[in-house]
Structure formats: structure tokens, C-alpha cells
């Protein structure tokens, strides 16, 4: 068994285009994985290999990758930057240890890089920050530096500073050693030498080793006092403080260069090695209830002689079948194994194990503690299920996954295609568990539902490139919600008298608006007995099973809640069923009359425009109901924070490269539901009422 202290999983986040591909491609060429540099905008690299990755220069899934550096073993994840495959990001910091956040040299901290960065924070993963393409036009790694602390609220720890930048950027001093790395121009990573620091840089280095020393010896009170007393700590001890200080997040060590240009890589994957924790560095992951979710105080310790514990953390289909990606907390597993999956009940025989290197793969007999693998063939696990020992049965912390907020109609151009089409949505189901489909009842159209355009644009092209089905898509749908503005007291009596027992409930209840994001609420202050305490439960559902279809157009209702105060019962035709048909026939009743009202889902949105098209873009911000939160002038140009309702962003990044020249950039993720103006409503609930008198 390999001892886990030499184990690092790392993941790779930032915004799209600051080249994360790119920097996992060359860790895979140093650590000799790889011998051929695939570019990712010639569409070569190697873990962009779908299709339409490859196609339109971006990551959709992430890839996970194994490889070697002195004697360490990596488990790199490559992210996708673009916000509506945050999903993906999520779930793989789920299952890592510690990550490499890569920001722009020119474009600094993007809207996407914050949102990754706080899904970071949240997971409490342990980073370094690698600020990348310092060869380009506009880079400036000081300003980067300054963006880190003053956005992001981090504190960056500089670990190497740039010599020469633009096209004059050659290599990078280390802050630590005093020693100067620098490449030639050949291009290959291996070409540098380690020299004396410029004389030029020689104060900006003092300024910045004092800097590092100084937080680094705050994390030991011995070397600290040493410090003050003027003793210098040695290299050995500084390292030590610094892996200390990264696990307990209080600083990120920064690094500088450029991945395309092969400059400045091996100082991160030292970096790696040196400063991220091993598997069994890290909080082990909390053990949950598998009926409430709480957590049990119990927790899986990553050690190779705990029992079997595994997260299934993505399901991905590929040309050798259906893949399982796990990472094992504790415990080992042999091929041949049987395991239980805690969420179903149901076991599972281990048939094949494969370590995956980007899309080709290893045939693994075993694998233990603190491994990423992918296990072939897995028949009933989704995203987020707990695999464990049969005699051991336990459930990790489930991954919690956002809300699609946009949805389109699609049906197969033939009719001999939709039996494919509905086993193509189920695997895409599975490995997504950010896209959901649902069959509408009464037209028969198959509603697919995702984070954005771009989202249901590429599973379209997956529909119609991988499984082969021609679809036509309809225009997309906002989902909206429904919600009342007015408190509302009434009262409803369902009686039925047909030969043989009635049936018989009368209640009293008061509806009023509840707490934003509350949900449903049901509350009883019934005294005396008028209604039953047996039939409560009974009421409650009667009166959820309605939230579905709200009043005015049959969207889900938002946050109300609903008080029973009194009513009445019948000895013998008062039941269950009298009682939940009385409530439902009470939602109808009362909800028209409780001043019923349009939530639209509103947007935070987050555009990068040069400073020429600043007041074209908030002008057309302004015009699509935007509400403008915040400018900040930067470098290259202007950022601009607004909330926008989703129905005005369609087609948005065509308009916008329009207004900009190209130029501009925006993302986009879900923010809030809010109340819609009221000639808006009206249309809305116009189309509704048309599209269900055609159906």
C-alpha cells in the first residue's frame, strides 16, 4: 500500500479563460505524463476531449488525471470556468484536499473566479493561487495581488514575483530561496537556470522575503519570538509554517508565470508537494443520518484500516461504458468486492477499477484511502451516493446541487426516436445532476431544465452528436413562481352524502405571506378539540399538494403559511381523505382572493466591458429592467454589477458582443425571486392561459 502522506488531490478553478486546461496540460508534460502539448485552441488538449469541448475552447465536465512529481503522487481535477457548469466545480471540491486557483495576469479576478472561490471557501479547501499569462499585453501580477485581497477577501502570501513582464517576461525569482529562475526561448519547460536575482529587484525581493517571513513565523510562537529576537528561521521551518498556515487557510501562497509559455510551473507543483495537505491532513468528512441529513458526530477517517467508505462524486458515460467516479475516504477495495450503496439498500459487486489519464485509462486491481478512481459498470449509483462496507453501513455528507432556472420544450424530429431519446435524457440525468427533465402531462412535450442557455444548448448538441437524435427545440421558458401579498382569513366545508358513509371536514385557517425563502409553512392553534389531532397531517398535505400549481398561471407557490384555528367533524363520515379534499378545495377558494402575485427569477449578473461601451452597456442593462449594483474600474476596462431578470437575458452575449466589438464578457447565476411588474405578469399569464387552450 503507498503511504498517504505522499497523496495530494488537487483540483484546478478559475474563470473561463484564464487558463486552466492549459496549466493542466503542462503539469501532465512535466511530471512526463504526456510527451506532446495539446493547445486548447487548436482544440487538442488532453482533458477537453468531447467534442464540443474541443470545439468551442472550453471545459464542460471536469477530468480527473493521475501523475507523479518527486515521488508524490497528484490527483488533478480540471474544472470547467464557465458558470453554467458550476455544478461541476462544486462536486469536485467535495472530494478534494487542496487546489490550485489560476487567475489572468491581464483579467485578474473575474465574476466566475469569486463565485469558484467561495464554493472554495465554503468547502474549506486549503489553496494556492497561481496568477498565469504574464506574457500577455496588460498583465500586472502586483494588481492581481492587490484584487485577491481587496475582491476575494484572501490573503495572498507571495511565493515567487515575475522578472520582466509582457513580452519581456522570462522567469520568476523565488521569494523563499532568493534565487532567480529563468528560461530560454525554446519553449520547453525543462530549458532554465537558476541564477543570482537581478540587481534591479533586489530591494522589491527584501521587501517581500520580510513580508513572507513575517506571516509565515505567526503560525509558531516559538519561532516567532526567535524572530523578534533577531534569529532568521531556517528554509525547513518557513515550510513548515506555511504548509500550516495553507491548511488553515489563513494565507494562499501565490506563484507567477505563464503556462503557455512554459514558465514558472515547477515552483507550483513544488508548491503542491510542499504546502497542500495529504488526504490525511484534512478534516475527515462528517458522517450523516441517512433518514434527517444531520450530521452523527461521527466522522470517516481517512486510514487504509477504517472500513470501506466511498463518495460517488460523477457519472460519466464514454465509449468503454458507464464510469462511476468515487473518491475513497477510508478503507480499501479489491476488485471482486461487493459494496453497499447506503441511499438504496442495494449492493454492488466491484467488476472493474480503472485510474483514469484524462480520457485513457489503467486497469486497477485495488485501490485504498485517499484515491480518485473510476469504477466501470455500476448499475443503481447517482451523484452523491454513499458506497460502503456491507457490514459497516454508513452515509457521508450529501452534495446539495442549485435549481434549474430555465427550461425548453424539445421533441425527436421523428417519431421513432423518443423511446432513444428518453435512454440518452437518462444517462445525461445521471451524470448531471444539475439538469432535470420532466414530461408535461398534458401536452406530452419533454421540458429540459438547466442552469442557462449555454447548458441546454451543449446537452441539445450531445443529443444530437453523441446519441445521434435530431430534436426541435422551443423557445426557452423562465420559471417562474407564485406567491400572495395579503393575509387572508376563510373557511371551507366538503360534505358528500351519497347512500352509505359521507364523508365530512370542515376547517377555519387563516393564509397569510410568509418569510422570504421560508417555503410552506402549516401551523394548528386549534383548542378544544374541533378538529382531531389525527386528521392535522391529513390537512397539511392536502394543502401542500397544492404549492404546485399556484392561482393565476399553475406555477409553484412561494413562502405561505397557512394557520388552522378551527372547524368541525362528523362522528362517522369524518376521515383522512374528507379532510385533505377540504383543504384542497380551501387553497382554491381562498388563494384567488389573497392578492395572488408574479415572482420572476432575477439574475446577478456581472459584465466586463472596455471603457468606450460602458454607457451603451448600462443603458441596455437599464432597458432589460436591470437594477445596476456596482462599478469598478479596472485595468482593461469596466465590471459592472446589476440584478436582471432572467426573461430580459436571452440571447444577451450576441447583443452584447455587438455593443462591445466583441470585446465584452458576462456571467450570470441565479440570484433571487422577486415580484413581477405588473404588465409583465399579465403577459406572462396571457401566453400561459394560450398555450394550455391549444393543448
Known sequence: MSNLDHYRNIGIFAHVDAGKTTTTERILKLTGMIHKIGEVHDGESTTDFMEQ?????????????????????????????????????????????????????????????????????????????????????????????DQVKNVL????????????????????????????????????????????VPADMLDQLE???????????????????????????????????????????AFFPTFCGSAFKNKGMQLVLDGVV????????????????????????????VSVDEPFRAL????????????????????????????????????????RMVEMQADDRNELSSAQAGDIIAVVGMKNVQTGHTLCDVKHECTLEAMIFPEPVISIAVAPKDKGSSEKLGVALGKMVAEDPSFQVETDEDSGETILKGMGELHLDI??????????????????????????????????????????????????????????ASGFKFTSTVVGGNVPKEFFPAIEKGFASMMEQGPLAGFPVLDVEVELYDGGFHAVDSSAIAFEIAAKGAFRQSMPKAGPQLLEPIMKVDVFTPDDNVGDVIGDL????????????????????????????????GHLRTITSGRGQFSMEFSHYSACPANVAEKVIAEVKERNAKK
Open 53 to 145: 469541448e474541443a470545439e468551442r475552447g472550453i471545459t464542460i465536465q471536469s477530468a480527473a488525471v493521475s501523475c507523479f512529481w518527486k515521488n508524490h503522487r497528484f490527483n488533478v481535477i480540471d474544472t470547467p470556468g464557465h458558470v453554467d457548469f458550476t455544478v461541476e466545480v462544486y462536486r469536485s471540491l467535495k472530494v478534494l484536499d487542496g487546489g490550485i486557483g489560476v487567475f489572468c495576469g491581464s483579467g485578474g479576478v473575474e465574476p466566475q473566479s469569486e463565485t469558484n472561490w467561495r464554493y472554495a471557501n465554503e468547502s474549506e479547501v486549503a489553496r494556492l493561487i497561481f496568477v498565469n499569462k504574464l506574457d500577455r499585453m496588460g498583465a500586472d501580477f502586483f494588481r492581481v495581488v
Open 153 to 196: 477577501g484572501a490573503n495572498p502570501l507571495v511565493m515567487t514575483l515575475p522578472i520582466g513582464i509582457e513580452d519581456d517576461f522570462t522567469g520568476v525569482v523565488d521569494v523563499l530561496t532568493k534565487k532567480a529562475y529563468i528560461w530560454d526561448d525554446s519553449g520547453e519547460p525543462e530549458n532554465y537556470e537558476i541564477t543570482d
Open 207 to 249: 521587501e517581500y522575503h520580510e513580508m513572507l517571513v513575517e506571516t509565515a513565523v505567526e503560525q509558531d510562537d516559538d519561532l516567532m519570538e526567535a524572530y523578534m529576537e533577531g534569529e532568521m528561521p531556517s528554509i525547513e521551518d518557513l515550510k513548515r509554517c506555511i504548509r500550516k498556515g495553507t491548511r488553515d487557510l
Open 274 to 301: 510542499d504546502y497542500l495537505p495529504s488526504p490525511t491532513e484534512v478534516d475527515p468528512q462528517p458522517l450523516t443520518d441517512k433518514e434527517t441529513g444531520e450530521p452523527t458526530g461521527e466522522v470517516a477517517t
Open 312 to 351: 460517488a462524486f460523477k457519472i460519466m458515460d464514454d465509449r468503454f461504458g458507464a464510469l462511476t467516479f468515487i473518491r475513497i475516504y477510508s478503507g480499501k477495495l479489491n476488485k471482486g468486492d461487493t459494496v453497499l450503496n447506503s441511499a438504496t439498500g442495494k449492493t454492488e459487486r466491484i467488476g
Open 459 to 516: 446537452k441539445v448538441d450531445i443529443l444530437k452528436r453523441t446519441f445521434g437524435i435530431e430534436l426541435v427545440v422551443g423557445a426557452p421558458q423562465v420559471a417562474y413562481r407564485e406567491t400572495i401579498t395579503q393575509p387572508i382569513e376563510d373557511s371551507y366545508t366538503h360534505k358528500k352524502q351519497s347512500g352509505g358513509s359521507g364523508q365530512f371536514g370542515k376547517i377555519d385557517y387563516r393564509i397569510k405571506p410568509g418569510e422570504v
Open 622 to 653: 437599464n432597458r432589460r429592467r436591470g437594477m445596476i449594483k456596482d462599478q469598478e474600474a479596472g485595468a482593461m476596462g469596466v465590471r459592472i454589477k446589476a440584478d436582471v431578470p432572467l426573461s430580459e437575458m436571452f440571447g444577451y452575449i
